[in-house]
């Protein structure tokens, strides 16, 4: 079964202020998606990025980075410079990647989420 | 090029009534999941269908709802004789079909419907 666990339910930051969001999963697959979502207080879920198991490599977006660690299953997201527009829900997400004809192999498994509050 | 479109975006009913919530997925798409966000958590999987075809139902609640995909039309997720409980946002989202063994894995999400149960 999997499992993704967001430890931290709710964090608060002053604007400019550096931030990272822990995300720690369970699976048993050696093959797996992972995802980040953000949800702002209007309420749909912009997707931010996916990450595919077999790709370690951290990635940078502007002021948003991510590190995957397998060795820790975790896949953590920080926002660098944070800025008040970035408040929202966060969510990690895993997927598995198997049979086509499994409904599983598309399934999200959301974490709970991070309330993420950038005060100015 | 639309996104997934839901409708309503907010539905109210009284106990008891029924509630349809429907989903038109990309252009394109032909694989449509309904998702559950209960008030301050995270999605819950429901059920993925395909084309007049549930693949997955595993996370539909075994009474009262019910999910269909026509062949023509938008997915409609329908919960009957609604209780309070079932108040929560309804994420439908889609994604194209997969090719060989390549999973894309990427789901796109509509806006959501809330539901309010009176």
């Known amino acids: 079964a999997q499992k993704v666990t967001q430890a931290q339910t709710e964090i608060s930051v002053v604007e400019k202020e550096d931030v990272t969001l822990d995300c720690v999963y369970e699976?048993?697959?050696?093959?797996?998606?992972l995802f980040w979502y953000k949800q702002p207080p209007s309420g749909e879920l912009v997707f931010l990025i996916r990450r595919n198991s077999f790709d370690e490599q951290n990635e940078i977006s502007g002021r948003y980075s991510w590190n995957f660690q397998k060795s820790t299953s975790s896949f953590n997201f920080t926002i660098t410079a944070s800025q008040v527009v970035d408040s929202a829900v966060y969510f990690c997400a895993l997927s598995e990647a198997g049979p086509i004809s499994s409904g599983s192999a598309r399934q999200l498994t959301f974490g709970s989420g991070t309330q993420l509050t950038v005060l100015p | 090029n639309a996104g997934v479109m839901q409708n309503p975006r907010h539905l109210v009913r009284r106990r008891g009534q029924e509630a349809r919530l429907r989903c038109s997925p990309m252009k394109g798409h032909s694989h449509v999941y309904w998702y559950r966000q209960l008030p301050e958590e995270g999605l819950k999987f429901m059920v993925y269908l395909q084309k007049e075809n549930i693949i997955d139902e595993s996370g539909m609640p075994k009474e009262r709802f019910s999910a269909e995909f026509p062949k023509e039309g938008p997915s409609i997720l329908r919960i009957q004789q609604v209780v309070r409980g079932d108040s929560a946002a309804y994420f439908c989202?889609?994604?194209?079909?997969?090719?060989?063994?390549?999973?894309?894995?990427?789901?796109?999400f509509g806006e959501g419907s809330r539901l309010t149960v009176l």
């Open positions: 989202a889609s994604s194209p079909p997969v090719v060989a063994s390549g999973i894309s894995g990427e789901l796109f």
């Open positions: 699976t048993r697959d050696t093959t797996y998606y």
